[in-house]
């Protein structure tokens, strides 16, 4: 069983954890939709490794590091803009929502990404049949 994306909305603001597990996710969710999406259309497309945190934290990963010293960079959620771009392509529908200008250090902007981004795992979702 899997997570719905729509709880995604619910990942809590500045807790270094939730975030970790919100990357686990999506690596998992990454793969399930390249596998459904070869099979579906044949196509394979460019995406990129989501779970390892590459680029996640500014300043380096630490237990200890506070919030706003380990935030999501920029470089992480354009990796995540454009394998959700890829797999759109490859599915032939249209691609996402920008999520990659958000400012994750404030809580109205983590609410508003976090919100689009289980908007948009959900749509991409249906249209390849993994709901």
Not at 114 to 124: D, G, H, M, N, P
Request: net charge neutral; hydrophobic share 40%.
């Amino acid at each position: 069983m899997s997570l719905d994306p729509r709880q995604v909305a619910s990942a809590p603001f500045r807790n270094i954890t939730a975030l970790q597990d919100l990357c686990g996710y999506l690596e998992g969710y990454r793969r399930a939709l390249s596998a459904k999406v070869f099979s579906l259309t044949g196509k394979s497309y460019k995406d990129a490794n989501l779970g390892d945190g590459s680029g996640l934290f500014a300043l380096g990963y630490s237990p200890t590091k506070k919030w706003n010293e380990a935030v999501p960079t920029g470089d992480y959620l354009q990796s995540l803009q454009q394998t959700l771009a890829n797999a759109c392509g490859a599915l032939n529908i249209a691609g996402p929502q920008d999520l990659s200008s958000f400012d994750l250090r404030d809580p109205g902007e983590w609410a508003s990404f976090s919100w689009v981004l289980s908007q948009e795992l959900r749509r991409i979702s249906t249209a390849a049949g993994i709901v």
